[in-house]
């Protein structure tokens, strides 16, 4: 699903209201709507002038009821949502308004949605197509209407779940795979590459769009909690991260500020077990390192060649190797081959020129000065204090 279907998913499917999409000429892209209607330029045009004054979505009232929303996107598309009203109207209302608009007996319905509740889904759809995030109360000041609305006019949530889809075992995986990979970027003011994720926790509040987002933020702290503990997290700053989220929540006020925090949970998350997964990644490539510099310790261990063998860049294999052990390869392999060495002086009456020989020194005297440098002594001194007395 593209950013554009998804506005509309959000906006019709959601909030069920028609939603159209013009370009610069107001040429209609796409709607809603099951019948083609023409939009009436004075409406077009006011709302792409109010935009272009405030640049913040615009609310749109034609009369005392009914009302439109709109924004223009970064291309100058007009995105517009209505006809819309803030309490039930008769059937006489709605046919009124449709024979004074030419619709005729065109299928276009009046959803009623409360101003309050209409500005929280513009705040969202706008944050949606643009990635910019504006408040609800900026939209509603700016449209110049009181956001408290009489309990009368409130719509009342009756067959709106069966309409919409559920949360299922399928949404839970999908979400918990955003954490598998780990690692995300999300800007905390650019929300549109990641927004969508949210929808994943299915409808939970219904029209209640305020409640809608807390409990989504919800969901997402303990399912992220659960994810980054699976993942390898450390169980205890799992559990105290989440108990901090939920304080962080208890404060939010807006429906973007648990939007916001969404995003800081999954970022925060997401980049812990991004840590965790490159830790074993380091893990795996330098214990396949020293594995095959146990089985060629013997002879002159080549970076190159091990990193050939091994399947990875030379300098990336060398990199990874000292970010994990604090040394280079070379470091290790001489820090290996002189304990090697230590041992078969202290344990065996092998001559010193042919343990030298034996793990691949090019000299006696090479040897010597690592051994001494290592050990603070040289290799028949180091003999003798442990017991053997070979030449």
Same mark, same amino acid.
């Given at each position: ?28 892209? %796409? ?17 792409? %002038? ?268 060398? %990199? ?72």
């Amino acid at each position: 699903m593209d950013r554009d279907d998804f506005v509309f998913w959000k906006a019709f499917r959601g909030w069920e209201m028609h939603t159209f999409l013009l370009d610069r000429e107001n040429r209609m892209l %796409r709607h809603t709507c099951k019948d083609t209607v023409k939009l009436a330029d004075e409406l077009v045009n006011e709302v792409r %002038r109010r935009w272009g004054e405030e640049k913040i979505p615009v609310l749109y009232f034609e009369d005392d009821l009914i009302f439109y929303m709109g924004f223009e996107d970064g291309e100058g598309r007009l995105y517009l949502f209505g006809p819309i009203s803030f309490q039930i109207l008769s059937e006489a209302q709605v046919t009124s308004y449709k024979f004074h608009h030419k619709f005729g007996k065109k299928d276009i319905s009046i959803c009623c949605i409360p101003l309050n509740q209409a500005a929280a889904c513009l705040s969202m759809v706008y944050a949606l197509a643009t990635g910019i995030c504006i408040e609800e109360e900026e939209i509603t000041r700016q449209a110049g209407r009181r956001m408290e609305i009489s309990q009368e006019n409130q719509w009342e949530i009756c067959s709106l779940m069966a309409d919409m889809p559920y949360y299922t075992y399928e949404n839970e995986k999908a979400f918990l795979e955003i954490f598998e990979r780990g690692g995300m970027v999300i800007e905390e003011k650019t929300l549109s590459g990641r927004l969508w994720e949210l929808e994943l926790l299915g409808p939970l509040a219904a029209r209640n769009f305020l409640k809608q987002c807390e409990y989504m933020a919800v969901m997402a702290i303990y399912m992220a909690r659960r994810a980054a503990a699976e993942q390898g997290v450390n169980a205890e700053y799992c559990y105290r991260q989440s108990f901090c989220y939920m304080q962080e929540l208890a404060e939010c006020k807006t429906s973007i500020e648990m939007i916001r925090l969404y995003t800081k949970v999954i970022k925060d998350y997401g980049n812990k077990i991004s840590e965790v997964k490159q830790k074993k990644i380091l893990s795996g490539i330098t214990e396949q390192c020293k594995a095959y510099i146990a089985r060629n310790i013997k002879k002159k261990i080549i970076l190159s060649e091990m990193a050939e063998q091994l399947g990875y860049n030379a300098s990336y294999l060398s %990199r990874k190797f000292s970010e994990s052990e604090g040394m280079t390869v070379k470091q290790y392999v001489l820090q290996e081959k002189l304990t090697l060495a230590a041992n078969m002086l202290k344990n065996s009456d092998v001559s010193i020129g042919k343990v030298s020989d034996y793990f691949g020194f090019h000299s006696q005297s090479y040897f010597s000065e690592q051994f001494t440098s290592k050990y603070g002594m040289n290799p028949k001194e180091y003999r003798l204090q442990n017991g053997h007395h070979g030449i």
